[in-house]
């Protein structure tokens, strides 16, 4: 939060939320907004903890706040706590976290909470197309078996990733070439600068150019700039 003041318009902080149950991450969620004026959040496990999935909802309180704060949650492992022995996504594999995405969806939690904001935090992102027809004739094919539904019956799976998840990719090209796809404005570029294997830097700014050949200035402009400010209220970014 004070590393973050010294220049909001460039700076956004995002809050790890604990992993003790509903009521404390609900509560560190808004000191995180109200008090330390922080803009995102980042979990770990499943609010109300790795045996408490969505359809349970005991974790309401959780979505509930995030959605009336309009504090973007970021999600980057499986919540149910499944291992993943290579954090890495490997290309056109999805990461483990998808199925925490359908959780939610399933879990009928955007129609209940309908200002909640989801980021998938991965270095790429061209797992997502395929995916989203995967999960769509999935859900069509068993519809006379399945037991959940979705809140809308004229909404297919991948229309609610796509209203209510922002994608953010790294190195992906396919991804930034496809972006239409992730529905309007909800694909972003990111750097990945401190984590590892990921990292880029200091060659972000040439990666990005290499990425985006070809791309015209103004969706540039949005992938390396509006979305993220439109999402987490910044303005003047970079």
Known sequence: SEFCAAAPERFVGIAKIPTTGTKQAAAELRRAAENLDLQGAVLDVWPGGLDCPP???ECDAFWEAAAALKMPVSIYRALDGTREDNMLVEPGMPPAY???LNAI???NVPDRFPDIRLV???PNAGWAPALFEQINETYMRTAALR???LGDPDLYPSDYLRRFVWFVTQDDRTALLNRAYFGEHHMMWGSFAFMGDDSVWPNTRQLFERLTSGVPAADKQVLASDVVTRLYGISNAR
Do not use: E, Q, R
């Open 55 to 57: 359809a349970m909802k």
């Open 98 to 100: 998808h199925l925490s």
């Open 105 to 107: 969806i399933y879990a």
């Open 120 to 122: 998938s935090v991965a």
């Open 147 to 149: 037991k959940v539904n």
